[in-house]
């Protein structure tokens, strides 16, 4: 491998926003810590209201720890998408829906053995967190992983059972867990996700 | 300037990351639509739950509608800061806060004139915005801005009045208005925002 430094350099960043697909599949081997370090730097550079940078990022790596977040998220994912499953039965289900709800189920039932389970939390103000900073934030995660070559997608499900994740982090309620990204080397392949088109999204001065 | 479909495609993702200051002083001069289009095109590339794409972009360019945007921003900017602005007059107040501060005022009192005013807005998912996926896309709209030489900055604080911007901008209660983004060519300059190392957030398993 490259040295941690140089590794990523190199990929354009408009070519790396379109091609930025979540990657569900991930190989068990394990993560450089130094370039978790490096994904999650590009996270700090994220904006925030007043630059108050609220976040904090926990990289779960110890085996056991991964088995016992890996078990309750196959457990609560499979609940959350049974519906979806059901539905998917439908011939005139959506092909890449399906193709997608795969993948995810592919991630709920390995989550165990991803070498990285990071989570993203943040400091609470006026009650809530800043999510208006912390995704931001997970979004700059996201990219650098694309660009060093790291599979990684993007979830809010543990927030399902973030009570006994948090504890488990010694994350305190004032801090909590807002996102999880799974992250390792991919099986799958990066590519331009299913999009609209922008011209559907896009007005000058007045929805039309 | 060179053609729209390859400016700003050489700038590394990396780099990019690290350099994208909020500029907060633009020039008057106006922008290609074309432009407006490729970067809110980066935007459509971030994800969302379900990838259900909830975003709508209006790209406000006529200078009667920035103008009353642009008036009401600055008395409700100038009420907002006021305190701070009181704050500051303390010699021990930070001065890394104080340009801030100088900056975010100067945009205030030049909104009207911002080429382009983009605000960022998103359909409602049980009874709530879904920022989850319009503060990524707006993260890719603002490394985007800094690929092809643009200068851009992302603010809240419009949503004190919002209730009069987003019939304006024919924008329906169940698609609010959620962020605004200043977009113009730079006075300012490009580099990397002062922020705290991330040795002081990042933690491997535990916050310790």
Known sequence: ??????????????????TCRHIRRLKPDPVPDALIRKVCEAGTFAPSGG????????????????????ER??????????PAQEAAKDPSYPEVKRRNMRAAIYLAEHMSEVPVQLFVAGWKRRGAPQVQALFPAIQN????????????????LHLRF??????????????????????GWP???YGRPPRRSVDQVLFFNRVS
Chains 1, 2 share one sequence.
């Open 1 to 18: 491998m490259q040295d941690i430094e140089s590794i990523g350099e190199d990929l354009p960043l408009l070519e790396g926003i379109r």
């Open 51 to 70: 630059n108050r940078q609220p976040w904090i990022f926990v990289a779960v790596t110890d085996a056991e720890l991964r088995r016992f977040i890996g």
């Open 73 to 82: 998220y196959r457990t609560h994912f499979l609940e959350y998408i049974a």
């Open 141 to 156: 995660i996201l990219l650098a992983c694309r660009a060093v070559g790291l599979g990684a997608s993007l979830t809010t």
């Open 162 to 183: 973030a009570d006994e994740v948090d504890p488990r982090l010694g994350l305190a309620p004032d801090t909590p867990s807002c996102a999880m990204i799974p992250i």
């Open 187 to 189: 099986l799958g392949h």
